[in-house]
């Protein structure tokens, strides 16, 4: 059963992730499988219908389902594959709706948001207490659910002073950010209240096509880049590739951690083999370096020159409300206890994002990136 | 238009009461019109179906639908009313589930609670902002939402270190203040993010049957004492009345805020009358005194005694997971500043309850008293 690796001696694991189907689960399960583990995957495809209504697509084509179960099987439609979770080790959780822009087009997305997401996570947190509450349960939440503060953010709870142990005050900047928030508490409550077990990931903006896994056409990982589901440094990347500006949302001082796709997999195996004790509740704030938009644009247009390509940069009303000019001084120490030390520069990671695009230069529709929704 | 009073001149506002036939919101309709104002209650009337679901009803008899409405109409029926927010000049939200352990029953009245509460509250919120962007939302929370931290308890924001101004945190004790939690953190994005005012409201626990407009058996409200709506002294009273033991939940030195519904109306009006600035959030915490459980069951004894009767205490399985023995000391600055004085003795509040409820002692229905919904 042991699979040796890493000078230890690891067991196989079996887990589930949920979400399977999305631009992080798809190369975490095949990641996990080739650490040795026994993974099972579910998704109800959502993701794929949400891109197609929002009129974008995923810049590298990514494979039918169909094609993809040929790699690795992912369950779907009947939801009776996820009322077993029976005999699970891990339950992964990606199975959100991951877009702020989206969820504030108007109400009707605001409560779709906050429906799927809630409604997730409850209908989860029960089943695992109902068939599987020793399992671990590896959530994934996202840095914005704390906002920007003007003190430094620790790993979900106050450190020092009256308030010590107390959860970090959240400050959420969109319905969408508002879910995760819910999430957040609900599980700390579930793991207080019924005993179960859970890391709860704030991650930070993730980016970036490749991971070692990802060595086929038919096994890459979705792209978005469009103004709900393309995050700010793959859709900078985008829009150099399709020769449009790259949009800088206001200020351009908003500054948040980043971390590279085959970072957050690196991230979510350690989470995931290095489990809290039963009953725990723990938070890892999961990013690797920390940018400001201006300064990502700039590492844009250098990585451009590198590969002889000329970026330019557009100031445009931020369709957002959120401070353009703040403290943001949000600590990572856990997963560096873990071993995660993030080793790469950022403009040689935008030249291998670039590189992978130019073959699909023409599959990007420009149309689709400008940002429409505003949350006015 | 001036309605002469407290030597203020004061203007006649149009108030809209959702949760308009609650325990809460009757008397404070029929408060707010005897004040002047222009007052519209609205209510799906879903309370009085819960509480027959559950097998109970109210101790002391209140006026069906129709009759009530010959008194103060209350709009029902189809949403239409609802969504026609223009005009008014606030709008009280008491129009929620209230009950934590309702809501801890299982999967389905977890997932009722937080979708009629959340999505009740992102709904008007959206309204608002569409509509009438400039008016007062007075919003009832919980002081549950803070849960029993060992440190005092602000109001509603940190006060001085570093986290300065940022959100108290928040410590659910089940999905009901789950809820709850999410509408404080909803309302305070919509008034950062849309420039909406709103007084948030931490209440604490409220009793009682007397506010001076209930002066006709028609008119009374209603009298909740079951294990899932109502709560500890209402429900102590009744046990009293029915010659039951009063059942103290484990320790019993659980500690709360308490006020009298004569408190809970004068404090709403205030918040009323005294509006924020607009855009502003504000966080009232209102409750008049502070007991622990046990002090509440001496204290219906005592009551009991100067009625002539007897009370007997019963210390049975803690049916929640919360902590018997805590600190607490929330504060409650705000209304006091503008003008709220609570000027009661527990056990003559008690004794007036006791009395009201003797001509009821056979309606009161000793069965659905005991806690059967545990939190495990």
Known sequence: MGVKRQGWEKTTMKILVLGADGYIGWPLCLRLESLGHEVHGFDNYVRRLRVKEVGSNSAIPIAEPDIRNNIFEIRSGSLKYLYELDGYDAIVHLAEQPSAPYSMQNVRFACETVNQNVMGTMNLLYLMKEQNPDAHLVKLGTMGEYGTPSCDIPEGFIEDGPMKGLPFPKQAGSFYHLSKVFDTQCIEFACRTWGLRSTDIMQGI????????????DKMTRFDYDQYFGTVINRFCAQAVAEVPLTVYGGGGQTRGFLPLKDSLECLVLAIE??????????????????????????IERACRNLGMMARTKAIDNPRIEAEMHHYEPRCEKLRMLGYNPNWEIWEEMEAIIEDLIPYKYHINKKVIYPTTTWK
């Open 206 to 217: 993730v980016f970036g096509t490749r991971t070692k896994e990802l060595n086929h056409p």
């Open 274 to 299: 290095n489990p809290p004790a039963h009953g725990e509740y723990r938070v890892f704030n999961q990013f690797g370096k920390i940018y400001s938009v201006t300064a990502l644009a700039a590492y």
